[in-house]
């Protein structure tokens, strides 16, 4: 896989076998397995963030006493038809607050228009 390559989600690593792959478990659960999708991360820009500060999300505490940390990131759904564009074939990527981990794809899904993070495992080349 290298940049510029087209891509598609590889169902077999993707969907369980009655959704035409060959998993015994959704990969995430069972909702996105039967619409046949996967979810693709973005971090968020500094206006998304900014929006929820102002948000009445951003107030209070959360079940542990503590003040609440912004949202890192956002979730966007791949279908199993969409064709992707690779513009980075191997990323470092941290979508919380912890230490970052490899094996992922940035991709660009034409459809949305949205630059995403999919797990390279996940994907096949199509040309």
Not at 60 to 79: D, H, Q, V, Y
Not at 89 to 112: D, E, I, M
Request: charged share 25%; proline share 5%; hydrophobic share 30%.
């Amino acid at each position: 896989m290298r940049k510029g390559n087209l891509v598609k989600l590889n169902l077999a690593t993707c969907f369980t076998v009655k959704n035409g792959g060959e998993r015994d478990y959704p990969l995430t659960h069972s909702a996105n397995d039967h619409a046949g999708q996967i979810e693709g991360y973005r971090h968020l820009t500094e206006d998304e963030v900014n929006a929820w500060y102002d948000s009445p999300a951003s107030r209070g505490m959360n079940s542990a006493g503590e003040t609440k940390l912004p949202p890192r990131c956002k979730t966007f759904a791949i279908r199993k038809n969409d064709t992707l564009i690779v513009e980075r074939a191997r990323c470092r990527v941290s979508f919380g607050y912890h230490n970052p981990t490899g094996g992922w794809a940035k991709v660009l899904n034409p459809v949305s228009g949205e630059s995403l993070y999919v797990k390279r495992e996940l994907l096949e080349v199509i040309s």
